[in-house]
């Protein structure tokens, strides 16, 4: 019998499968916080449901709690002061292999159908979300709306279309039927059962809480497996939502709502080592650094373990056929969120001597002074520029006032008073001049409002370059500016040699650190940045296993068998 | 332009593409050696190109050859005496390194197309490699023409088919159009490029040299990887014959055959582990032993490892509904290839109180009486019980004689002068009657005609002795008779939890020890025996990448986006 959940999300499932077959454009959930899209009172409703939270103590209701912990730091200054449910991580862990055989043993179908009833009721609380991932990531709003709810839950969706194509592209069952000789046949009947992994477990960032932990949380849930959620210690309350949304939605399902709870802690208590290395975890979902990934990898080697870390990102800048789209769309990427995105430009590659523009040739001062006017002019009003850049951690904002000995100054960083938030850490992009020796300062990840311009003794170097720290460091992305085929074509090939995905020209609306769900594949799983793709088949594949069983069964009237053969050897009938 | 390999083999590909998602039966290579399926003088011309390789040497054109080896040890006493190239193992990553590129940048399709002519072309050649597999494994002949020749090219297909599919489930460009408001869009047309992983090792295995190395090296070549071959010592002649006609193929169709290579070895040259640890070796395929297997897990950790190792197989008596059935069935599986597949039953659990058949409730001591009974028949004529059994290995034979400590001996192991070779090591089944709490003999597998009869308190006991060894040391296969629905409902749980194939009820031509290609998968990936299945979509999903490239193309006059949305927020366009 069909879940009525099922029945409910049919026609979202079939249109996510469609999308992840054809990779055109496609969204569910829009992306516009526009009273037109979600009513006159949507924004206030969510902004007082948000405030109605701040300074109390978000109960959730799972076994082992041990106390209650504050440890959120907003970059914006907001006092946000909410109490989370500390908990023993075995008992988190035993609470979820309780609550699993019911979910284990649901179909496929009916798990798809709960997962996107999930994204829906997140869906509909989308501004309490909005303001919660705002206040704790010190993204700017309307950002925090789009990255932090309808981009999220694309992904989620995402998530749960590959995960539901995964466990039913081998049918549940199966009639084999063998000649045998004499007209006589061998019958079966084979059943084949997703048995999911196990106890999964996210380990979410600090900057995008549900962005990058939806994948791997829905990609888990959707395979059968219970899910722990662990937030970073300055980002839980986006989390915590999340899983208050999900625990409600399973039991109203008939479900156990501790198939989905949360791990808070004391930013010392090292919890996601903990349950990543207890044998009963058996799937690792991680965003963060290259050494707690690496750990991961390294340590929970029970478990499938799917890693998103640092990299370099790089752009190369050859030619152009519109230098003022160029400044306009690079700055726009270095501005937005302080280059706090995984997927921002750190490192740009010119060569020194410059590039051929429509305006004629441009030295490498030129060019670089053209990016650099571009970003001051996006920064340069304050009430504008927080809109953009957003606020950083105060680790962030030590890296910037360290950073400006790295390279000559090009953009020194600016403190901007947030208007709103007088406590806020804003700090326009700090940008450099380095050469191609300066490895050291543009050729390992140096996370923030920080980048590199590089001069190189022309393309073919900065491509060398390119591939050179790519391999070594990896990377989430890539672009290029050329208006001569055959530099593209070897930055192509640079961009497969070195798995990270190619943005090549872009002067529009559509940036070199931004990927659409269901289209744009987020991370290549080929180089160090990380271990799995955003998403695909890889990155869903391992996280359940199908079991075979068999037996004979009267074989059918009409055969199924296709075969060129009718003969058996009479002594070893091996099938 | 479609490849002419391509062309020729479409049917074949589409057909083995239907078959993978339906898992019903089907097989493209005959599997009866007859002369009526094969021709008049097929056998005698296989046996005649058999003979005139043997004593001389085995030449392939691959670079970096110091010398030559002749290492085979016929378990029939076949003077093989057959001298393959010993290669540096530096040359042969050099070489493949080198062949890699216009392979790696062919299209999934020419690549399935080349894989399969090379499949047809071993076919072809199909009676030589059944001598090849008979002499150096000690499979019966029929045995060896079967499983060595046709099931393994059937495998091999099958790794083809999941190859290509993963390869184009991604489509190769896609046009992608976003509305960004007032009638405006934003227009992309992307290409998804599939780049391969890197240099794949197989390590072959000397029971099943071919069966159980073609997946892995058409699944790694199929997707874009030059695939080096490393033979186990005793069963090097198969592999040599597979690489020779890989390399045929690949040159005229305009390849490089160092695409494909042999790394024939010293049986202390210990290669496969100096391959392994290249970090320019990224894939390993490996059948054998659980210490080695599990070394390669933990040290080549660069590389995308598949292993399928040790494991203790188990069949549960419960009850019966045809007890000569059940004895004729299990009698076969422990007597076929004396038990030397890695799918071969190693312990029976029963209950010491007996169970309930047709012909009343027999004891414990009257259901393995009856089983050894059917053992002795099928083994009792000497002519006859070496087309079944085969022959064994000095270790195996010298296995067998001290296992008979191991419990109380049911039915002694018998050396078989063999009719046709005098110096052939021939072993009937030892079977042994142990208790549940004998788990350090049952409980370890015991590679060889060796099997357990293992009494229990009851089903109950049974089911749990299953669960604990096979979640400790692994299993590949598990069997039920039971009359009894609760029993089989309990028993499809166990084999669930503890991610093992499960055969109920086998009474006829079907035995728990064979798995069909196309519709039966070969280890889960779930359990200690094996990290990967034969075939599914995890088996070569993590084989290549999908590099993606991006750029702004014209709008189309007819948009493809499907959106519930078009509005679109002024200040920040997130994708």
Chains 1, 2 share one sequence.
């Not at 989390?239 to 999900?246: D, E, I, N, P």
């Not at 004979?552 to 296709?562: E, Q």
Request: net charge negative.
């Amino acid at each position: 019998m069909t879940h009525p959940l099922l029945a409910k999300h049919r026609d979202t499932l079939d249109n996510a499968l469609a999308a992840i077959a054809d990779r055109g454009y496609f969204s569910i959930y829009p992306e516009s916080p526009s009273p037109r899209v979600y009513g006159e009172t949507a924004a206030d409703d969510g902004k007082a449901a948000f405030t109605a939270l701040l300074g109390q103590r978000f109960d959730i209701d799972q076994p082992g709690v041990r106390d209650h912990v504050a440890t959120e730091d907003s970059p914006f200054g907001i006092d946000l002061g909410v109490e989370y449910p500390r908990t023993e991580p075995g008992a988190l862990i035993d609470a979820a292999t309780a609550a699993w055989p019911s979910w284990r043993d649901a179909d496929p179908a009916t798990r798809a159908g709960v997962c996107i009833e999930i994204l829906e009721r997140i869906h509909k609380d989308v501004f309490t979300m909005a303001n919660a991932v705002h206040a704790t990531t010190g993204q700017p709003f309307v950002m925090a709306f789009q990255a932090g709810g309808p981009h999220a839950l694309d992904r989620g969706l995402e998530g749960v279309a590959y995960g539901y194509f995964e466990q039913t592209r081998t049918p549940a069952t199966s009639y084999w039927e063998k000649p045998a000789g004499k007209g006589q046949v061998l019958a079966m009947e084979k059943t084949f059962t997703v048995v999911p992994r196990g106890v999964a477990l996210v380990v979410a960032c600090a900057t995008f809480p549900t962005w990058n932990s939806y994948p791997g949380l829905f990609a888990s849930l959707v395979t059968g497996n219970p899910v722990i959620v662990k937030p970073h210690p300055n980002a839980v309350l986006p989390l915590a939502l999340t899983v208050r949304h999900a625990r409600e939605v399973l039991a109203e399902a008939g479900f156990d709502p501790n198939l989905v709870t949360l791990a808070a802690e004391r930013p010392d208590d090292r919890i996601a080592a903990s349950l990543a290395t207890d044998p009963r975890v058996r799937i690792v979902d991680f965003t963060g650094s290259t050494s707690f990934g690496t750990w991961l990898e390294d340590n929970a080697r029970h478990a499938a373990v799917y890693t998103e870390k640092a990299g370099v990102n790089t752009v190369v800048i050859d030619s152009t056929e519109d230098f003022k789209g160029l400044c306009r769309n690079l700055a726009f990427t270095l501005c937005l969120y302080s280059g706090q995105m995984c997927t921002t430009t750190q490192a740009i590659f010119l060569p020194s001597d410059g590039i051929d523009t429509p305006e004629g040739h441009l030295s490498a001062d030129e060019v670089i002074a053209g990016i650099a006017g571009a970003v001051e002019k996006l920064t340069g009003d304050d009430a504008k520029a927080v809109e953009l850049i957003g606020a950083v951690s105060a680790g962030v904002a030590d890296r910037v006032g360290d950073a400006a000995g790295l390279g000559e100054v090009v953009l020194a960083s600016r403190a901007i008073t947030h208007p709103s938030y007088p406590d806020a850490r804003v700090r326009t992009p700090l940008l450099l001049k380095v050469t191609a020796e300066a490895r050291k300062s543009y050729g390992t990840e140096c996370f923030g409002p920080i980048a590199f311009f590089v001069t190189t003794s022309g393309t073919a170097e900065s491509l060398n370059l390119v591939r050179e720290v790519v391999t070594e460091q990896g990377a989430l992305t890539m672009g290029v500016y050329s208006t001569d085929d055959a530099v593209l074509d070897a930055t192509e090939q640079v961009s497969r040699d070195v798995a990270v995905h190619l943005s090549r020209n872009l002067y529009g609306g559509v940036f070199v650190n931004q990927t659409a769900a269901f289209s744009d594949f987020h991370a290549s799983g080929g180089n160090p940045a990380a271990n799995a793709s955003l998403v695909d088949g890889a990155y869903v594949s391992g996280r359940f296993r199908v079991i075979e069983s068999r037996r004979h069964v009267p074989p059918r009237a009409n055969s199924l068998s296709r075969t060129r053969e009718r003969t058996i050897s009479p002594l070893v009938v091996l099938v």
